[in-house]
């Protein structure tokens, strides 16, 4: 199994930038896909990146496309999310992602999740 612990989020004004990290811990991403997803209050949980477990393939959401950055780090045991240009539509709950496979499957399907880290993008 892999566990997973987020960080870097916080408080940012519009037009900001953000970076968020995954860290592995018990296995490194070898083997593993992965991804990040987010929710906003009151609303379903949203597919915002993902890379394939050769790291070569990467797959990002209309709505952050173009502004986002997904990409393994530090030897296969971190997963990144550069945020730039940064909206008030960006803030929720940020949540990273893994699987066995070459890419994530249907999110509720996906085996291990972190416990979140909050982005809030004040206008």
């Known amino acids: 199994q892999v566990q997973l612990v987020e960080s870097g989020g916080g408080l940012v004004q519009a037009g900001g930038s953000l970076r968020l990290s995954c860290a592995a811990s018990?296995?490194?991403?070898?083997?593993?896909?992965t991804g990040w997803f987010r929710q906003a209050p009151g609303k379903e949980r949203e597919f915002v990146a993902a890379?394939?477990?050769?790291?070569?393939?990467?797959y990002y959401a209309d709505s952050v496309k173009g502004r986002f950055t997904i990409a393994r780090e530090n030897a296969e045991n971190t997963v990144t999310l550069q945020m730039n240009s940064l909206k008030p539509e960006d803030t929720a709950t940020y949540y990273c992602a893994a699987d066995r496979g070459t890419v994530l499957g249907p999110m509720n399907r996906i085996n291990f999740w972190g416990q979140g880290t909050r982005v809030t993008v004040s206008p």
């Open positions: 018990g296995r490194a991403f070898v083997r593993y896909a």
């Open positions: 890379l394939s477990w050769t790291g070569e393939a990467t």
